[in-house]
Protein backbone atom coordinates (compact mmCIF):
# COMPACT_ATOMS: atom_id res chain seq x y z
CA UNK A 1 0.00 0.00 0.00
CA UNK A 2 1.47 3.74 -1.06
CA UNK A 3 0.99 6.06 1.99
CA UNK A 4 0.97 9.90 0.95
CA UNK A 5 3.04 12.29 2.94
CA UNK A 6 -0.25 13.42 4.81
CA UNK A 7 -0.83 9.72 6.20
CA UNK A 8 2.92 9.40 7.00
CA UNK A 9 2.70 12.60 9.50
CA UNK A 10 -0.61 11.14 11.23
CA UNK A 11 0.94 8.06 11.82
CA UNK A 12 4.43 10.01 12.95
CA UNK A 13 1.99 12.17 15.49
CA UNK A 14 -0.16 9.26 17.08
CA UNK A 15 2.99 7.66 17.75
CA UNK A 16 4.45 10.68 19.29
CA UNK A 17 1.18 11.00 21.25
CA UNK A 18 1.44 7.13 22.56
CA UNK A 19 4.83 7.62 23.20
CA UNK A 20 4.14 10.78 25.23
CA UNK A 21 0.57 10.18 26.48
CA UNK A 22 0.32 6.46 26.67
CA UNK A 23 -1.57 3.82 24.79
CA UNK A 24 -5.26 4.79 26.65
CA UNK A 25 -4.99 8.41 24.95
CA UNK A 26 -7.56 9.10 21.63
CA UNK A 27 -6.18 11.46 19.40
CA UNK A 28 -7.46 13.12 16.26
CA UNK A 29 -4.96 14.12 13.96
CA UNK A 30 -5.76 16.66 11.02
CA UNK A 31 -2.93 17.67 8.58
CA UNK A 32 -4.03 20.42 6.28
CA UNK A 33 -2.17 22.10 3.05
CA UNK A 34 -0.33 25.16 4.53
CA UNK A 35 1.54 22.29 6.22
CA UNK A 36 -0.43 22.91 9.96
CA UNK A 37 -1.22 20.10 11.93
CA UNK A 38 -4.05 19.58 14.59
CA UNK A 39 -3.48 17.17 17.42
CA UNK A 40 -7.00 16.90 19.48
CA UNK A 41 -6.11 14.13 22.35
CA UNK A 42 -8.21 12.60 24.55
CA UNK A 43 -7.60 11.01 28.17
CA UNK A 44 -10.79 9.66 30.09
CA UNK A 45 -12.51 12.85 30.43
CA UNK A 46 -9.49 15.62 29.80
CA UNK A 47 -9.48 17.29 26.56
CA UNK A 48 -6.26 18.78 24.80
CA UNK A 49 -5.83 20.73 21.47
CA UNK A 50 -2.23 20.98 19.90
CA UNK A 51 -1.99 23.03 16.94
CA UNK A 52 1.66 24.27 15.22
CA UNK A 53 3.42 23.23 11.58
CA UNK A 54 6.63 21.44 11.82
CA UNK A 55 9.21 23.53 10.47
CA UNK A 56 7.31 25.97 13.00
CA UNK A 57 8.88 26.59 16.26
CA UNK A 58 5.30 27.39 17.91
CA UNK A 59 3.06 25.17 18.80
CA UNK A 60 -0.38 26.28 20.67
CA UNK A 61 -1.36 24.27 23.44
CA UNK A 62 -5.12 24.56 24.99
CA UNK A 63 -5.72 22.13 27.72
CA UNK A 64 -8.96 21.50 29.34
CA UNK A 65 -10.68 24.48 27.61
CA UNK A 66 -14.03 25.29 28.34
CA UNK A 67 -16.40 25.62 25.35
CA UNK A 68 -16.99 29.07 24.90
CA UNK A 69 -13.44 29.93 24.30
CA UNK A 70 -12.78 26.81 22.22
CA UNK A 71 -11.79 29.47 19.03
CA UNK A 72 -9.96 32.25 20.65
CA UNK A 73 -6.28 30.91 20.73
CA UNK A 74 -3.66 28.85 22.54
CA UNK A 75 -3.37 29.07 26.56
CA UNK A 76 0.21 28.02 26.11
CA UNK A 77 2.89 28.31 23.38
CA UNK A 78 5.79 25.53 22.81
CA UNK A 79 8.89 25.78 21.14
CA UNK A 80 8.29 22.16 19.59
CA UNK A 81 5.74 19.33 19.41
CA UNK A 82 7.52 17.37 22.00
CA UNK A 83 7.44 19.94 24.42
CA UNK A 84 3.79 20.16 23.48
CA UNK A 85 3.36 16.99 24.58
CA UNK A 86 5.38 17.13 27.37
CA UNK A 87 2.46 20.09 28.80
CA UNK A 88 -0.36 17.31 28.23
CA UNK A 89 1.29 14.71 29.72
CA UNK A 90 2.20 17.27 33.11
CA UNK A 91 -1.11 18.50 32.84
CA UNK A 92 -3.09 15.17 32.26
CA UNK A 93 -1.03 14.22 35.29
CA UNK A 94 0.22 11.17 33.30
CA UNK A 95 3.54 10.04 34.68
CA UNK A 96 4.95 7.99 31.82
CA UNK A 97 8.31 8.95 30.45
CA UNK A 98 8.54 9.47 26.60
CA UNK A 99 9.71 5.91 24.52
CA UNK A 100 10.91 5.35 21.16
CA UNK A 101 8.59 6.54 18.35
CA UNK A 102 7.69 9.34 16.88
CA UNK A 103 8.29 12.27 14.01
Do not use: C, K
Request: glycine letters at 10%.
Amino acid sequence: MNTTDEESTVVDYASLARAFLGADIVTTIESFPSGAVTIDIRAGDRHASIAGRPAAAEWGVSIDPPPEQAFTGYEQVAPSVEAAFTLVRDAFGISQEPRGGGA
